[in-house]
């Protein structure tokens, strides 16, 4: 590939495990796949969703329990099968994550966002803070009172 080629390839490069891999867009093929592949975690979304859980535990608990899912996604768009994660380190795995999300914005942003927005509540900023949490509200204070003196 001459120099101009490459400076015009779909492809981001990221370094991982010692070597250079490049997170490519989704093929048609692929992009069928992965909508099959995220099936799983619209119907775990939905539940939660339903049992008013925690939207960050939600992720949490989507995530792990379809770690094939997350793997799939990231390992169609740069080539590598399941076996090739193990070893991978934490910031090593997001680079990979950060890429293959960006150069794929497209099939994330018109599939699996509206999976999300479907349930009517949206994404994080959609979601009410909980007193566990350790968040506060602006809206905390008492409104003043505004009954005439007598």
């Known amino acids: ?62 995530f792990a329990a379809h770690r094939g899912v997350v793997i799939g996604l990231i390992g169609m768009s740069i080539k590598k099968d399941a076996e090739w994660f193990k070893g991978l380190s934490g910031s090593e795995g997001v680079k990979i994550v950060r890429a293959v999300v960006k150069v794929n914005k497209d099939f994330f942003t018109d599939e699996v966002l509206p999976m999300f927005e479907e349930t009517g509540i949206g994404l994080p900023q959609n979601q009410e803070p909980t007193a566990t949490d350790g968040s506060t509200s602006s809206d905390s204070s008492p409104a003043p009172d505004t009954t005439p003196q007598e």
Not at 29 to 51: C, K
């Open 1 to 62: 590939m001459s120099n101009v080629q490459e400076a015009f390839a779909p492809g981001i490069k990221v370094t991982a495990k010692g070597e250079e891999i490049v997170a490519m867009p989704y093929e048609l093929l692929e992009i069928f796949d992965a909508v099959a592949l995220i099936e799983p975690l619209s119907v775990d979304w939905d539940a939660a969703v339903m049992n008013k859980a925690s939207l960050i535990t939600t992720f949490i608990k989507m």
